[in-house]
Structures are given as C-alpha cells and as structure tokens.
Nanobody, 115 residues
C-alpha cells in the first residue's frame, strides 16, 4: 500500500519560512519523480516544484528563488523549503509521486501566510 504523508504546514507571517516534508512508503522511492502541488480555494491545483529521480528540478515561475525542493532517498522523503512566503502562497500543499502511468497523492497540508 502506497502512502505519502506530508507534514510541516502551518500559519506563518509574510516573509517567513516553512519546511514541508513528505515521507513515502510502499514505493521504490528513488526511481519516482517527486513533486509538490498546491491548491488555493477556488483555484485549480498547480505544480509548484518537481524533482526527478536524477536530481534535476523544475519550479513554478512565481516561486523560483524562494522555494527549494530536495529529496533524501535514504529516508524516502522529499522536502520543500519555502522562504519569503507571501499571502498568495496560502494553499493546501500536496505531495505527489509519479512513475510511468502511476500517480500517488498525499492527503495535503495547509499552509497559511498572513499579511
């Protein structure tokens, strides 16, 4: 059974930082592409950051230079370091694992940034 468990969300003031973690089980973590998505109220879910099995990364333009995605294959965990947070970053953040046609999602963690 595949499980992705996010943690690290919360309430932070604008300009602050949070670090999200996603612990995976039930998959061969090292060969999966891992990603963070977010969904704000009334908006579509969007990809925030992706890290491929080889370590290369892609970011949503609006978070470049502020967010950093990383992975620890020994711990089956992917991280999202979020700095200089802004109210527009408020959303539920979801962890995603992908390999071929298979997609897996975590339950989400709420990030709220106050102005």
């Amino acid at each position: 059974q595949v499980q992705l468990v996010e943690s690290g969300g919360g309430l932070v003031q604008g300009g602050g930082s949070l670090r999200l973690s996603c612990a995976a089980s039930g998959i061969i973590f090292s060969i999966h592409t891992m990603a963070w998505y977010r969904q704000a109220p009334g908006k579509q879910r969007e990809s925030v950051a992706v890290i491929f099995s080889g370590g290369s990364t892609n970011y949503l333009d609006s978070v470049k230079g502020r967010f950093t995605i990383s992975r620890d294959n020994a711990k089956n965990t992917v991280y999202l370091q979020m700095n200089s947070l802004q109210p527009v970053d408020t959303a539920v953040y979801y962890c995603n694992a992908a390999r071929g046609p298979n997609r897996y999602w975590g339950q989400g963690t709420q990030v709220t940034v106050s102005s």
